[in-house]
């Protein structure tokens, strides 16, 4: 079981219904918990004895929330507006969610605009769907999913090595036979995140929070699919070369900042590392794909064919045996073939 959070867009309109509704939702659920809290039993309620303007459904699974609450922690005061829809009541298309509002007086199967991923997509049509629940994140709706998942195991035998970096963003070495494969654009990358810190800095000095924060949410989106596309790439590219196993550096404890330089150092955390990792994972695992975080010290000055130890100062690694090659490709490889 997972749960996959999608951003929604809904109408003005649509935004005041879902504000009122779960609004309406939690007090009632409250209600109920103080009533049994009272009289120290649940109350044997049905839809018909909630005296509330939302749809029946909904109506219903309020009491089921607050019943199976109260047995969890007992007494308990809810504070946040949700919403709460079982399987047969909602349906998700490639641009909508499609869930009972009060409309005109009546509920009323209703579209909401929604962001949805392709890959969150093809999740959503491929698997069996639980209880969708909607909350209010900031300033945004949000509708979470969650969703049963049993990916049976890839049988490919190959191990995928990957090196994360800035400049390069990622490399991916096949440990059998070296098959080699770079991912992203660093430079495109950089100025993408050199633009957007420009802009933060002049709205900075007109102090328009407001502006600074809507180009912070526009910089993380733009990040975040650039991480989806290469996770993508990098798990296909995995079963092209029928590899069953994916290496990925273990990213915690480790100073990557002894690779890089200057500018790049700054960089180093706003790139994120531990973002693409956690995408590759799951992508990995929704396909069978079995995933190992590697200890990634060393692993680009270690010559991978007569294992010497070799000081690195720029892009290419030569070693005194007469190996060469891209620096990061070797990152890549020593992490494959690392046990």
């Known amino acids: 079981m997972k749960t996959v959070q999608i951003k929604l867009k809904p109408t003005k309109t649509q935004a005041l219904e879902l504000k009122r509704l779960s609004l309406e939702y939690i007090w009632q659920a ?45 007494k308990c005061v809810f504070k946040k507006p949700m919403l709460s829809y079982n399987n047969q009541n909602f349906s998700v298309d490639e641009k909508a969610i499609r869930f009972p509002l009060m409309v005109e007086g009546k509920a009323k199967k209703t579209a909401i605009k929604a962001i949805i991923p392709e890959e969150v997509f093809a999740l959503l049509s491929g698997s069996k769907l639980g209880a969708l629940r909607i909350t209010k994140k900031g300033f945004h709706w949000m509708a979470q999913i969650s969703v049963h998942t049993e990916a049976e195991e890839f049988l490919g035998d190959g191990i995928l090595g990957v090196d994360l970096g800035i400049l390069c963003p990622a490399v991916g070495v096949v440990a059998s036979n070296g098959k080699t494969q770079f991912f992203g654009n660093g430079r495109q990358n950089k100025c993408l995140r050199r633009k957007y810190k420009e802009l933060r800095r002049q709205l900075g000095k007109k102090k328009k929070l ?130």
């Open 210 to 339: 407001n502006a600074i924060r809507n180009i912070n949410d526009k910089e993380s989106r733009i990040m975040r699919d650039i991480n989806h596309k290469l996770s993508r790439q990098i798990v296909t590219f995995a079963v092209e070369k029928n590899c069953g196993t994916i290496h990925l550096e273990k990213l915690s404890g480790i100073r990557r900042t002894s690779r890089l330089r200057g500018k790049n150092k700054a960089n180093l955390h706003s790139w994120t590392f531990h973002e693409l990792s956690s995408f590759i994972e799951y992508k990995a695992r929704e396909l069978g794909i079995k995933v190992v975080y590697i200890n990634p010290e060393y692993t680009s000055q270690i010559c991978p064919m007569c294992g010497e130890r070799n000081k690195v100062k720029d892009r290419n690694y030569n070693c005194g045996c007469g190996y060469h090659s891209h620096r990061d490709r070797v990152g890549a490889l020593n992490i494959a073939r690392t046990i």
């Open 30 to 74: 409250n209600v109920l918990v103080q009533q049994a809290i009272s009289e120290e039993g649940f109350p044997k309620v049905t839809s018909k004895d909630i005296e509330a303007d939302i749809p029946s459904v909904l109506k219903n699974e309020l009491i089921r929330y607050a019943k199976s609450k109260l047995k969890q922690f007992g």
